[in-house]
């Protein structure tokens, strides 16, 4: 069973995917963002991808249509903690997100986004 | 009915889209646009489309067209409010405005002009 939580946390939403989602899924989690990201007015999202052990296609190309459409509401997009073996079936799969940023953790992504993150045990809240 | 007015604010031109412009409409607005930057020596522009529930891709190419002529003119150009469902209506139909600025206000558009806002609090929030 595939899940997403959307957090806010300093000016940012935070999504975390979990498990193997639906196409359905990733398109509501578009829908949710965008809604989002003007709703709480936020300066950037990072998606944590770090519980996937797969990305296939169309998630990929999802994880891009959010960042194109966080931009045009003036936020960025980081992608957080992604595996080596998705990396690698990305590359595979001729999938390589230019221009999207990515971080290993989600305080390093809160870094990238120029939001400094007070404390470091903060990060799973 | 659509329309459009074009204010002048320290420096800037703040042009506010309502209704549903029709091509002429938009066509029109580059034209008047173009004008008043020379006219008033704007440094820069916002494009405020907080009141449009919709952008087809004519209006999007117009204010994609906009920024780029304001550019020759040597100003910037700035979109203000997008709403979340034109922001994926736009990625759906792959025009995401690559180098286009976008802000949430008219107030931080202002800040990303380089042009001080005198009071936070007026961004309507």
Not at 11 to 18: D, F, H, I, R
Not at 92 to 109: I, M, N
């Amino acid at each position: 069973m595939a899940s997403v939580s959307i957090l806010e946390l300093d000016g940012a939403l935070v999504a975390t995917l979990q498990g193997e989602l639906t196409d359905g899924a990733a398109v509501g989690l578009q829908q949710d963002l965008a809604e989002a990201v003007v709703g709480v007015g936020a300066r950037g999202v990072l998606i944590d991808i770090s519980g996937l052990e797969l990305v296939d296609s169309f998630l990929a190309r999802t994880i891009y249509d959010i960042a194109a459409a966080t931009s045009l509401l003036a936020a960025e997009t980081v992608v957080v903690g992604m595996r080596p073996e998705v990396a690698i079936t990305l590359v595979e799969l001729g999938l390589t997100l230019p221009g999207l940023r990515t971080a290993r953790t989600v305080a390093d992504g809160m870094a990238l986004l120029g939001i400094a993150s007070p404390n470091r045990s903060a990060e799973g809240r």
